[in-house]
Each structure stands twice: as structure tokens, then as C-alpha cells.
């Protein structure tokens, strides 16, 4: 893979504080997480102990069910695989470590968490091209403001043409002055989508990663390019 990607993906392990267990920087509240028949996963790091291995469990809360996995834990990074969950719902997960952590018994929470269809948006200035550049915004700012799409939830990580944006619905998008600076293909995507399924159509969760100026071999592995003549 090249560097562009490596850069992109080790990113997702970024945390705000070292030293206590902690969610990835890009597991947060109201995200979407991959529906029934696709396990999802959370994870993030922790700071462990030369005593005794790891031992961190993840209990998820919502629509009266609730179930707790323990997580894979290697070196200072864990990730616990959750039940395939059907679209929709309104979940809190919470994360502990039990055994073999410096703070034990510190516990950490995201909420407000619903399971539907992710899709990645990366790519090059075509795709980072902001929302505010495009004909059609206001059309839909209008239809959001008016109750349409709220089944779709944004993320954008930093880029040289976008503003980092968390876990939020659209309609919260344009409350904080975010939508704009989305990406415009990625969300009018989103959108095609939602009409196109109607009412069929499950939370949708649009997470945006595009560089201006990237090459398209950026985008694909080594084993990929080397297969075009």
C-alpha cells in the first residue's frame, strides 16, 4: 500500500490523551457502524501493565437488549467484534479494562450509536470538492432543514481541501455550519442513494478522506497498479 494510505489508516488510531484506555479517535458518538450480516468492530488503545495480559470487555446497551464481548487485545491496541446488529437502533457501548490495564476500572462510552451502511469516500480533489462549490446545495440544505435525510450521518477526517468534521447527522451538519464544507460527492451520493431505496433505505453513514492532488495509484495497493498494462 502506499505511503498516502499508510498515513490515512494509522490516523484512525489517533487518541486525544496517552495513558488511560481510549476509543480511536474516529469511533465517537452518533456513528454509524456496519449493519446485520457485516461484525462490526470498535476499537483504540490502552496502557498496559508488564503483569499480566489485557483483559477488556465491551457491553452494548440499546433497544432493549444488551450483551457483553471481550475484546482482542495486542500490544497496547484492542478491538472487540460486536453481534451483526440490524439497521437502525439507538445503542451506547462502553468500554472497560478489567485486568492488566494502568486504570483500572476506568470506564469509557459512546452513545447515540445506530448500525446501517458505511461507505468511504477517498480519493482525489473530484471528491473533496466542497459542498459550497456546487450548484444544488441550497436544494439540499433546504430539503434537510425540511426533514429529508435523516437517516444520514457524515464524518470527515482532515485534508488539505476540508476541515476535520465528527460523527454527526446531516441536519446537525448544517446547525454548526459544517455542511458546506463536506464533501459534495460523498454526500450527494448519499442522498441518490437514500432516494433511490426510499423507505427501505437504512441509516447511511458517509465517511469522508479525500486529498487534493493524490495520484490514483495512491488509492490502490502495490499488487493492484502492478496488474495494469
Known amino acids: 500500500m502506499q505511503t498516502l494510505i499508510r498515513l490515512l489508516l494509522s490516523s484512525l488510531l489517533v487518541m486525544q490523551v496517552v495513558g488511560l484506555i481510549q476509543f480511536s479517535d474516529h469511533v465517537q458518538d452518533h456513528m454509524v457502524l456496519q449493519r446485520y450480516p457485516q461484525k462490526s468492530g470498535v476499537y483504540g488503545i490502552l496502557n498496559a501493565t508488564a503483569s499480566s495480559p489485557p483483559v477488556v470487555s465491551a457491553t452494548v446497551a440499546g433497544e432493549g437488549d444488551e450483551y457483553t464481548v471481550e475484546a482482542k487485545v495486542v500490544g497496547n491496541q484492542w478491538i472487540a467484534y460486536l453481534k451483526p446488529t440490524s439497521a437502525g437502533g439507538n445503542y451506547t457501548i462502553t468500554v472497560t479494562c478489567t485486568s492488566g490495564c494502568t486504570d483500572l476500572g476506568n470506564v469509557i462510552s459512546i452513545s447515540d450509536v445506530t ?103 495512491q488509492w490502490t495497493s502495490n499488487k493492484t497498479s502492478s496488474q495494469c498494462k
Open 115 to 217: 448500525f446501517g451502511d458505511v461507505w468511504y469516500c477517498g480519493g482525489q480533489s473530484n471528491m473533496a470538492l466542497p459542498l459550497i462549490h456546487t450548484i444544488s446545495r441550497n436544494i439540499s440544505l433546504a430539503a434537510i432543514q425540511g426533514g429529508k435525510y435523516s437517516n444520514i450521518r457524515v464524518h470527515q477526517m482532515y485534508g488539505n481541501m476540508n476541515p476535520r468534521t465528527p460523527w454527526m447527522t446531516v441536519l446537525n451538519a448544517t446547525e454548526q455550519d459544517r455542511f458546506f464544507t463536506f464533501s459534495s460527492t460523498c454526500y450527494y451520493f448519499g442522498e441518490s442513494l437514500t432516494d433511490f431505496l426510499g423507505t427501505a433505505a437504512p441509516p447511511i453513514g458517509l465517511i469522508h478522506t479525500a486529498w487534493g492532488g493524490s495520484t490514483a495509484e
